[in-house]
């Protein structure tokens, strides 16, 4: 029984972060169609910057906040740069670009900062807390994760609900043709939901890194599973997003448990076992509310 | 000399509400404009008339700016405007509602409404203002305010034409495009939705150009009338006298 509340738990926590990436897919899905295979590896760099600011500084936060700023910046840079020069041509084009700025990104970090693994530290301490003597098999730090990402998402939520510029976005992401019939500038509200993306990401790579440690490559996994969130809570949807990471996070706590010592090596095939599996009951996703045509 | 409201001609030193001039535009290799003039006058109803495929949707698309032209110049109250982007010519004051595209069927009545007033020219537009912007389209549209938190998607055919309108009233352009409003909708709220513009029209002085396949319906209610044929332009005339020209009507407007 203990083990099981440690494996959802540390399930959840780790559900948060594919919860964050997953949010920055849908994001840049809703307002361009497209999908940024270059997510995980733009939260790599911006955690590598961070790192560089934290060792500089000696300050933590300093590295944290700088971090999330250059998320910002390289999303909009990436779409007004790269993704920009491709709309309007045929689909996978852009989806080549996002591979290759992916393939760019990780080379120039191996340039930058080499390719040795490098700790990276916790916010918080990542000691096991108990209640009494009972293990709980969370530490402080994932409660912190935990409320950063959601804290994070409510934030988006009630901006896309309750401001102007929220509901330019979601006029431009639903239809962009009524949308810039009635005088919105939807470039630049993409632009901006790539920015959002990349805040998103750097989110998500601050908080994942001090157990994953940081090279080049770290984020490729944690980007997979959180495409995987995406798609199992549907594309379209922000809430699918969070709730398929969290399922995500969980499936892969119990499979990595109880799967015995081979579990932590399964783990890759469960998340593709369910994504088959998911694809195949309920192609648009468990929250999508449109209907993917069957071909 | 100014002339009377209504028979939207331009004389003397008036200016007319919306000029175009020697339009071409297409798509690849098809011309689907060739040489199109058209004038409207401020607070008319100019009906654009014509059988499928003769150019009345590339018209308004290419006045809004959907479509770029290649040829021909578009004036609005004489300023040139020709080739700017949909974002620009909704800014300057030119309202374009695409064949069944007129509501956001996932945003709520009021953020409807709200998307009208992104075309607004300028900042610095005060909360008081937007609200008393929302009130009025209420006022007149009572059914909508009793909807204004429920998604565009639950309102009926006709109750989404009246959210167009309403979302007009509170753009405030100063000219209208309207790409068949009636289309799919039944005869009764047709002409209920065919009112509306016309109050449109008449109340908030608003040059509206109404491309109709309903043909007889919108020269009803029209000022003015032009019937194209493949991308061209084969007559021009008052309403009154379109709809009186048998031959015409026959040939072009089927009824």
């Known amino acids: 029984m203990v083990e099981f509340l440690q494996f959802t738990l540390s399930g959840l926590s780790f559900g948060m972060i594919y919860a964050a990436i997953a949010l920055s897919l849908v994001l840049i899905w809703r307002g361009t169609r497209l999908l940024n295979f270059a997510q995980g590896g733009m939260a ?14 000696g300050s933590y936060w300093a ?35 996002t591979i290759g700025l992916l393939i760019l990104i990780e080379g120039l970090a191996g340039i930058f900062y080499g390719g040795q693994y490098r700790s990276f530290p916790a916010a918080f301490s990542v000691i096991g807390l108990k209640v009494g003597s009972t293990p709980l098999g969370i530490s402080r730090f994932d409660l912190f994760v935990a409320a950063a990402v959601l804290a994070t998402t409510l934030l988006l939520a009630l901006g896309f609900r309750y401001t102007s510029a929220g509901l330019r ?26 920015a959002l993306a990349g805040l998103l990401g750097a989110l998500a790579g601050v908080l994942v890194s001090p157990s994953t440690f940081l090279y080049p490559n770290s984020m490729d996994s944690i980007f997979v599973f959180g495409f995987t969130a995406a798609v199992i809570g549907g594309l379209d949807s922000p809430a ?56 | 000399m100014n002339s009377p409201a209504g028979t939207g001609q331009a004389q003397g030193s008036e200016v007319a509400s919306l000029v175009v001039e020697d339009l071409v535009a297409g798509y690849g290799e098809v011309l689907a404009l060739d040489k199109v003039t058209i004038s409207a006058g401020t607070a008319t109803i100019t009906a654009v008339l014509g ?26 109250d004489g300023a040139d405007r020709t080739g700017r982007s949909p974002e620009a010519m909704a800014r300057a004051g030119i309202a374009h509602v695409p064949e069944g595209q007129g509501v956001i ?35 007149r549209f009572g059914s909508l305010a009793d909807r204004r938190r429920k998604p565009a998607s639950t309102l009926s055919g006709g109750e989404r034409q009246m959210l167009v309108i309403a979302r007009a009233l509170v753009a405030r352009p100063r000219v209208l495009l309207l790409d068949e409003p009636s289309l ?47 991308g061209r332009v084969v007559a021009t005339a008052d309403a009154a006298t379109l709809a009186a020209d048998v031959a015409l009507r026959h040939h072009y407007l089927g009824f």
Do not use: C
């Open chain 1, 44 to 57: 790599m760099f911006t955690t590598y910057i961070a790192i560089e600011v934290i060792h500089g500084t």
């Open chain 1, 169 to 194: 976005m979601r006029a431009a992401a639903f239809n962009a043709t009524i949308a810039r019939l009635s005088g919105i500038r939807v470039a630049r509200v993409v632009t901006v939901g790539w």
């Open chain 2, 105 to 139: 069927a996932e945003l709520t009545v009021e953020e409807n409404l709200r998307i009208g007033m992104m075309s607004w020219p300028g900042i610095g537009w005060r909360r008081a203002d937007r609200a008393a912007a929302l009130s009025e389209a209420y006022e």
């Open chain 2, 184 to 230: 799919g909708l039944a005869p009764r709220i047709m002409t209920q939705v065919m009112d509306m513009v016309v109050r449109l029209s008449r109340e908030s002085g608003i040059t509206i150009v109404l491309v109709e396949q309903n043909a007889r319906g919108a020269l009803a209610i029209a000022d003015r009338g032009v019937v194209l044929n493949l």
């Open chain 2, 51 to 76: 059988a499928n495929g003769a150019g009345k949707t590339t018209l308004l698309r290419a006045i809004s700016g959907m479509v770029r032209p290649r040829g021909g110049r578009i004036l609005l």
């Open chain 1, 63 to 97: 590295g944290f906040v700088v971090a999330l700023a250059a998320g910002v910046v390289l999303g909009a840079v990436a779409e007004l740069a790269v993704i920009r020069p491709s709309l309007g041509k045929p689909e996978l084009n852009a989806v080549i670009i």
């Open chain 1, 240 to 295: 699918g997003a969070v709730v398929g990471g969290l399922l995500l996070g969980l499936a892969l706590s119990y499979a990595g448990g109880y799967l015995g010592s081979q579990g932590s090596n399964l783990t890759p095939l469960v998340a593709l076992g369910i994504l088959v599996v998911v694809l195949m009951l309920r192609p648009d996703g468990i929250f999508s509310g449109t209907r993917v045509r069957r071909v």
